[in-house]
Antibody, heavy 119, light 110 residues
Framework: QVQLVQSGAEVKKTGASVKVSCRASGYTFTNFYIHWVRQAPGQGLEWMGLINPVGGSTTYAHNFQGRVTMTRDTSTSTVFMELSGLRYDDTAIYYC????????????WGQGTQVTVSS | QSVLTQPPSASGTPGQRVTISCSGSSSNIGTNYVDWYQQVPGTAPKLLIRKNSQRPSGVPDRFSGSKSGTSASLAVSGLRSEDEADYYCAAWDDSLSGWVFGGGTKLTVL
């Protein structure tokens, strides 16, 4: 079955960086884009960007350009999302999810990774 | 502030029919498909409706979606207590070159 398994919770200081992983299984890794979406406490969903596992090209949401970097490792079917310059309002659950094309339905989601930014 | 607009809350009694609206613009809903997600607190979102009105395998036919112009809606008929959750609409936005979501609607079963 399709699974997206994310790395564990992180606690970081303001100004630091965090790197979250998302390991895919149960399907052909290179056939699906991977998106990152975050959800702040009590808030809605916010799209951060996506990566094409074939070639590694990325598209980032305007709000995150310059602070987010998405990469992939095809040998382990894993995608990484690194967010730098962490601020208190980056405290959120970060989800990875997949879609067959860039602008088509996101169907399966990872379990989420809690990132907490503190002083 | 979300690009897509949803009412923050909706409610109904068991067995009733409830609809949730989602309003957008020509660059998102007006041009592209709308998807709907259900999120039970503490869990990841789950795909409920894809491409405006298609139900993925395993989603009860009590859930239905529709789209007209720059708006979409999700209907839940025969409301059940387990339908209590947050519901989000989503669409690709051609102007932003990215996905946009509604702010979410909290559905309460009274």
């Amino acid at each position: 079955q399709v699974q997206l398994v994310q790395s564990g919770a992180e606690v970081k200081k303001t100004g630091a960086s965090v790197k979250v992983s998302c390991r895919a299984s149960g399907y052909t890794f290179t056939n699906f884009y991977i998106h990152w979406v975050r959800q702040a406490p009590g808030q809605g969903l916010e799209w951060m960007g996506l990566i094409n596992p074939v070639g590694g090209s990325t598209t980032y949401a305007h709000n995150f350009q310059g602070r987010v970097t998405m990469t992939r490792d095809t040998s382990t079917s894993t995608v990484f999302m690194e967010l730098s310059g962490l601020r208190y309002d980056d405290t959120a659950i970060y989800y990875c999810a997949r879609s067959v094309e860039m602008a088509t339905t996101v169907d399966y989601w990872g379990q989420g990774t809690q990132v907490t930014v503190s002083s | 502030q979300s690009v897509l607009t949803q009412p923050p809350s909706a409610s109904g009694t068991p067995g009733q029919r409830v609809t949730i609206s989602c309003s957008g613009s020509s660059s998102n809903i007006g041009t592209n498909y709308v998807d709907w997600y259900q999120q039970v607190p503490g869990t990841a979102p789950k795909l409920l409706i894809r491409k405006n009105s298609q139900r993925p395998s395993g989603v009860p036919d009590r859930f239905s979606g529709s789209k007209s112009g720059t708006s979409a809606s999700l209907a839940v008929s025969g409301l059940r207590s387990e339908d209590e959750a947050d519901y989000y609409c989503a669409a690709w936005d051609d102007s932003l070159s990215g996905w946009v979501f509604g702010g979410g609607t909290k559905l309460t079963v009274l």
